[in-house]
């Protein structure tokens, strides 16, 4: 294991519902970060918290909304989404600001919209 | 804008056989590059990373190859088995502390 979890693994939900991902880190780690993985694409970096604080919204449709309570959690929620919006969502830290330093992954969770 | 290119976008290599996955820059603001490698059902996890002043690294049998002056970076996995059977990634870091991924390669190795 690689230190991060993430909840739920699997995720079915309409387009009109409201859920939410988890993630969290065992690592010290004073960075988390969302990552979007389609097939065939490079993953796309969708959020960045340092010291809890977001410093990176790479133009995300406001139906994705993340919080991030201490360094330690990190959440995703999901409201009114496409089925476009289908894909790995992946959960990632790091130690800030040394860069470089290995981004350990979750093992994703991967969503289905209907 | 895709800022690393990464080809091919799969591959098949006999067990034993070496693969072989190449990247492409442009941005001048990288200045690390790491590869990671994932398997069905998990996370991307780090494989081995180069500086650009360095030409070549090797860990056991993965090779990365950097060429500075071309952009250039390319995975070498040597005497390939089929536990290597996986999505691999190059990524490049930038002064700006943004990491980028390449669109991975999805190596088989059939034994």
């Not at chain 1, 990190?74 to 790091?94: G, I, K, N, R, V």
């Amino acid at each position: 294991e690689t230190g991060v979890t993430q909840t739920p693994r699997h995720l079915v939900m309409g387009m009109t519902n409201k859920k939410s991902l988890k993630c969290e880190q065992h690592l010290g780690h004073n960075a988390m970060y969302w990552y979007k993985q389609s097939a065939k694409k490079p993953l796309e970096l969708m959020f960045v918290y340092n010291f809890k604080e977001q410093t990176e919204n790479n133009s995300v449709p406001s139906r994705f909304s993340p919080e991030c309570p201490n360094s330690s959690h990190l959440f995703l929620h999901l409201h009114t989404l496409q089925p476009e919006d289908s894909a790995l969502y992946l959960c990632a830290s790091s130690q800030f600001p040394l860069r470089g330093n290995e981004q350990f992954f979750g093992p994703g969770t991967r969503l289905t919209v209907l | 804008q895709q800022q690393v290119k990464q080809s091919p976008q799969s591959l098949i290599v006999q067990k034993g056989g070496i693969s072989i996955i190449n990247c492409a820059y442009e941005n001048t603001a990288f200045d690390y590059f790491p590869w990671y490698q994932q398997f069905p059902g998990k996370g991307p996890a780090l494989l081995i990373a180069i500086r650009p002043d360095v030409s070549e690294k090797k860990e056991g049998r993965f090779t990365i190859s950097f060429n500075k002056s071309a952009k250039q970076f390319s995975l070498h996995i040597m005497d390939s088995q089929p536990g290597d059977s996986a999505t691999y990634f190059c990524a490049a870091w930038s002064n700006d502390y943004k990491l980028s991924f390449g669109a991975g390669t999805t190596v088989t190795v059939r034994a």
